[in-house]
């Protein structure tokens, strides 16, 4: 027997050892991968704080759980299990000691399982670090920073407080289950007064977390309220507040008289205590509120709640940062139609991605569409990732292409940069987007952020974090290796930023021969008072503002910030304590911040709410955003396409703003770059109303496809898009036909300007503007060959649906092809 103890007792202290390592290391493979990339004071501030957030946890945990398994070990004298000798069964007393050790080893378990849970680390940061907002609730006098910063962690509190008083009840019950202090006996349940008194005290511990949540419930109603759509009233002000916070103080009341009669054996007290607790619960907050409302003044609801509407829209401003919506001073300030239109793009993003998706053979495209904007004109950037057994074996280089966005060929097709020769050679990619497992690289130049293996005991950490033996050996440390892991864009970032929200879309920049991935930031709450919720990202949202942009290096894995021009609080926040991860945007190249585009999420929310509450001291109509963006559903998604800005040169996005009779009241515009702003461009008069615009486009439109091909297929047609320009806003929307493989080809293109609807194959046409050129470039025999075939594939379409003149066009097409082509010597 002692034999194997011994033998048990060596393989738990194995499993022990080798979980504990497994954990040690990954802690210092962390530590190693976050010091790599110069976010080492990350790691201790996360490291500090959750030794703050599960050692509090567990020292709570564990001594509440403690003290309950002490009280259930009191109440048992002795513990005799049955033991077989022979044929004979004697029954052998547990001793003492082992039964202690059991209580305090379950109460050190149940203490961990309670406080492993806990991770919101960036919480409790702010807690302790964050800025103040420097404002307050007007009704509890708050900082607003209470309620950002403190109020998720008491409510996660609160939660946890729950579930450990719940589950140490369940656990003190079933294990006095296993004693005759409680049984059942006789049809009727027989309990002893030492458990009875133990019962009562969790009961009483249950009445005070009640008690805390009506505290926390008198919080909420300045989230939630009980007016329309959530809004706070004057109920809630006057009744609603003081009913909860009098319920918590009646309910602790009924608490302690609750443990003093259960305690004494004053049954009939315990019962009137609780009863008492929930008839109070009942009378304040549903009654009344019912009859207070009859005697609230003034009687009419809408005047007695419109000073609670005006502060609720006063701190929707604040929450989504609406006056931060500036007015140019002048119409005149803006761009004339002609230099609006020079920049906008002709093609939607969808469409784009599948028609060069079809053109493009050697590679395949990856995340979303890049855009930059060159000489008042824009263009997209598509990257591709290599494809092929070779690609996936050996890190292989990359390639990227423009296309001119406001340009199509004869038969509808892109047009790619000639003037570059179109595609763009990369170095090989470490980082991108949903990118799996590790890679060991070879670096000597010491470039790549990522943990050196030099040292025998990183690459022990490695192996026993990753269980990959191979990550031993010293060939992994030859010519500079390099493990490079989290090679997805997104979980580094994550990582490197846990405390902001990231945008939907994470967008390639190419800067000279470089590839960078932008990812929008934004700070985020669901605890901030008295605005109106949203819904953003898949999260409700109460507190929604840029926070900046996070650039990554698909090369080297570097990951910064470019943070807002004008952060708040909680931005604020996060650069002071990790000032190293914020790179100043005047320490940058341009050509590089000019690619950034406008935050997509932020630049909606701040039309939608700037529509709905509009700036302070406006005294504008309900307004709203387009209900309908005028187009098909097959390319309704994947986002507005820019235009090039001529006030700024910036990339930008336009959203028109509606009245209450669908009429356009102006257009809120966001531009990109390093620093993001928004402006509001009224329109002098009101314009027609939206309906109104798309059915004039669609007339245009079908009225211009009635001269094409009779056989062809239905055309698909695009969101209609805005145009800002001085005086006015231009209204464009793009047709395409589609080919036999799905992939899209542009029909025509309408654009509304005033009262006079156009249409052309290009912006330019449509809008009588120069057509725009590109520089030609003699294509390689592969990029020939491509062209060909495609307009071969052209022509069999053509002919069979019938369609002589795109047959036509092809064959023209193809003819120029081959008299631009020199012949061989």
């Known amino acids: 027997m002692s034999g194997r103890r011994w033998l048990l007792g060596a393989t738990l202290a194995v499993a022990a050892l080798l979980l504990v390592g497994r954990v040690v290391a990954g802690w210092y493979v962390d530590y190693l991968w976050f010091d790599a990339l110069g976010a080492a004071d990350v790691w201790r501030a996360r490291a500090i704080d959750l030794v703050i957030l599960r050692g509090s946890a567990f020292?709570?945990?564990?001594?509440?759980?403690?003290?309950?398994?002490?009280?259930?070990?009191?109440?048992?004298?002795?513990?005799?299990?049955?033991?077989?000798?022979?044929?004979?069964?004697?029954?052998?007393?547990?001793?003492?000691?082992?039964?202690?050790?059991?209580?305090?080893?379950?109460?050190?378990?149940?203490?961990?399982?309670?406080?492993?849970?806990?991770?919101?680390?960036?919480?409790?940061?702010?807690?302790?670090?964050?800025?103040?907002?420097?404002?307050?609730?007007?009704?509890?006098?708050?900082?607003?920073?209470?309620?950002?910063?403190?109020?998720?962690?008491?409510a996660e509190f609160h939660l946890w407080s729950l579930i450990a008083v719940l589950a140490v009840t369940f656990v003190v019950t079933c294990l006095y289950a296993l004693t005759p202090s409680l049984r059942w006996e006789g049809g009727r349940l027989r309990i002893t007064a030492y458990v009875r008194r133990h019962f009562f005290a969790l009961g009483a511990a249950l009445l005070v977390i009640l008690a805390w949540s009506y505290r926390l419930d008198a919080y909420r109603l300045l989230l939630e309220g009980s007016g329309a759509q959530g809004t706070f009233n004057a109920i809630d002000h006057r009744v609603g507040i003081p009913a909860s916070l009098a319920l918590a103080l009646g309910t602790v009341a009924a608490a302690m008289l609750l443990l003093w009669s259960g305690w004494v054996g004053q049954f009939r007290i315990a019962f009137a205590a609780v009863s008492a607790a929930l008839l109070l619960a009942l009378s304040l907050r549903q009654l009344l509120p019912a009859v207070a409302e009859r005697y609230l003044t003034p009687v009419d609801q809408e005047l007695r709640d419109a000073p609670y509407l005006k502060t609720r829209a006063a701190y929707t401003r604040r929450a989504y940062a609406v006056d931060r919506v500036v007015r140019p001073d002048t119409l005149g300030d803006q761009g004339s139609v002609r230099e609006s239109l020079r920049g906008a793009a002709l093609w939607d993003s969808p469409a784009l991605t599948r028609a060069v998706a079809r053109e493009r053979r050697g590679g395949m495209q990856h995340a979303s569409l890049g855009w930059d904007g060159r000489a008042g004109r824009l263009q997209s950037i598509i990257v591709e990732e290599p494809m092929g057994a070779d690609a996936a074996a050996t890190p292989a280089p990359w390639s990227a292409v423009r296309v001119e966005a406001d340009m199509v060929t004869d038969q509808g097709d892109p047009v790619s940069d000639g003037g570059r020769g179109g595609e763009l050679p990369l170095p090989p990619v470490l980082v991108l987007d949903a990118a799996p497992g590790y890679r060991l690289v070879r670096d000597s130049t010491g470039s790549v952020a990522a943990p050196r293996l030099d040292d025998f005991g990183a690459r022990l950490a490695h192996a026993w974090r990753l269980q990959d033996p191979q990550l031993l050996g010293a060939d992994a440390a030859r010519d500079g290796g390099r493990?490079?892991?989290?090679?997805?864009?997104?979980?580094?970032?994550?990582?490197?930023?846990?405390?902001?929200?990231?945008?939907?879309?994470?967008?390639?920049?190419?800067?000279?021969?470089?590839?960078?991935?932008?990812?929008?930031?934004?700070?985020?709450?669901?605890?901030?008072?008295?605005?109106?919720?949203?819904?953003?990202?898949?999260?409700?949202?109460?507190?929604?503002?840029?926070?900046?942009?996070?650039?990554?290096?698909?090369?080297?894995?570097?990951?910064?910030?470019?943070?807002?021009?004008?952060?708040?609080?909680?931005?604020?926040?996060?650069?002071?304590?990790?000032?190293?991860?914020?790179?100043?945007?005047?320490?940058?190249?341009?050509?590089?911040?000019?690619?950034?585009?406008?935050?997509?999420?932020?630049?909606?929310?701040?039309?939608?709410?700037?529509?709905?509450?509009?700036?302070?001291?406006?005294?504008?109509?309900?307004?709203?955003?387009?209900?309908?963006?005028?187009?098909?559903?097959?390319?309704?998604?994947?986002?507005?396409?820019?235009?090039?800005?001529?006030?700024?040169?910036?990339?930008?996005?336009?959203?028109?703003?509606l009245d209450g009779a669908d009429r356009v009241r102006g257009v809120v515009v966001a531009s990109g770059g390093a620093d993001y702003d928004v402006r509001w461009e009224a329109a002098p008069r009101l314009g027609p109303r939206w309906g109104t615009i798309v059915d004039k486009l669609h007339r245009a439109i079908d009225s211009a496809s009635q001269g094409g091909a009779a056989r062809e297929a239905p055309l698909v047609r695009g969101p209609v898009r805005v145009i800002p320009y001085a005086g006015g806003a231009a209204f464009l929307q793009t047709a395409y036909a589609r080919r036999s493989d799905g992939s899209p080809v542009v029909r025509l293109v309408a654009v509304a300007i005033g009262d006079t609807v156009r249409t052309g194959v290009t912006i330019a046409a449509a809008a009588g503007l120069p057509v725009p050129t590109v520089p030609s470039a003699p294509l390689t025999p592969t990029e020939f060959r491509a062209r060909v075939e495609a307009l071969y594939a052209e022509m069999r379409e053509a002919l069979a649906r019938g369609d002589l003149g795109a047959f036509g066009s092809a064959y023209d097409a193809l003819g120029r092809l081959l008299r631009a082509t020199p012949a061989k010597p």
């Open 59 to 154: 020292a709570v945990g564990a001594t509440f759980v403690f003290i309950n398994l002490y009280a259930v070990r009191h109440s048992v004298v002795s513990l005799v299990l049955p033991r077989r000798v022979g044929n004979l069964e004697i029954g052998e007393e547990v001793p003492g000691r082992y039964l202690d050790v059991a209580v305090v080893a379950l109460s050190l378990a149940l203490g961990l399982l309670l406080a492993l849970p806990h991770g919101d680390w960036a919480s409790v940061d702010l807690v302790r670090h964050g800025e103040a907002f420097r404002e307050s609730d007007p009704y509890f006098q708050f900082d607003l920073a209470f309620w950002v910063y403190w109020l998720p962690l008491e």
């Open 483 to 657: 493990l490079v892991m989290i090679r997805d864009v997104r979980r580094r970032v994550r990582r490197i930023f846990p405390f902001f929200l990231q945008g939907g879309s994470v967008s390639p920049i190419i800067h000279r021969d470089s590839l960078f991935w932008s990812v929008p930031l934004y700070a985020a709450s669901a605890f901030y008072p008295l605005s109106d919720p949203v819904r953003v990202l898949g999260e409700e949202a109460r507190y929604f503002q840029h926070a900046g942009v996070a650039i990554v290096s698909a090369h080297t894995g570097r990951v910064f910030a470019i943070a807002d021009p004008a952060p708040d609080p909680i931005t604020t926040s996060w650069m002071r304590r990790f000032p190293r991860l914020f790179v100043a945007a005047s320490a940058l190249d341009r050509e590089l911040t000019d690619q950034v585009v406008p935050p997509p999420e932020g630049a909606q929310l701040h039309a939608r709410i700037f529509a709905r509450v509009g700036t302070r001291g406006e005294n504008a109509p309900p307004s709203h955003l387009p209900l309908q963006p005028g187009g098909d559903t097959t390319f309704a998604g994947g986002g507005v396409p820019p235009f090039v800005d001529p006030l700024s040169g910036k990339l930008s996005i336009a959203y028109p703003v």
